[in-house]
């Protein structure tokens, strides 16, 4: 699933910054500061990146709402398949089924 998560942020930026290498994005983005070193970690799923990185790559990125709220479901399902194997059948069910709740009641 991380490299679900690395793979959304290579294709945004290949579609944002067309025919520029990582290294020169990067260069744009933050010069002088090695920061294609860690986009290249994450597009390779090596490294998780903080919550504060979505926001982040949403504005340097010039994300539209669309792209922003699909980065996010991926971010966030990566976050919740990494904890998934500690709990076992019954446990995930029940975890799936509170989820559940709390959307349709958040969502009223």
Do not use: C
């Amino acid at each position: 699933m991380q490299n679900d998560f690395g793979k959304k942020i290579k294709e945004l930026r290949e579609s944002h910054f067309p025919g520029i290498s990582l290294r020169n994005v990067g260069e744009q983005i933050r010069p002088k500061s090695n920061y294609f070193t860690y986009l290249s970690r994450v597009e390779a799923g090596v490294i998780k990146p903080s919550r504060k990185f979505l926001s982040q790559i949403k504005d340097e990125y010039q994300l539209d709402d669309d792209e922003y709220k699909s980065l996010v479901l991926i971010y966030t399902a990566t976050e919740i398949m990494d904890g998934w194997a500690e709990f076992d059948d019954t446990e995930k069910k029940d975890m799936v089924a509170q989820l559940f709740r709390k959307i349709k009641k958040d969502n009223k």
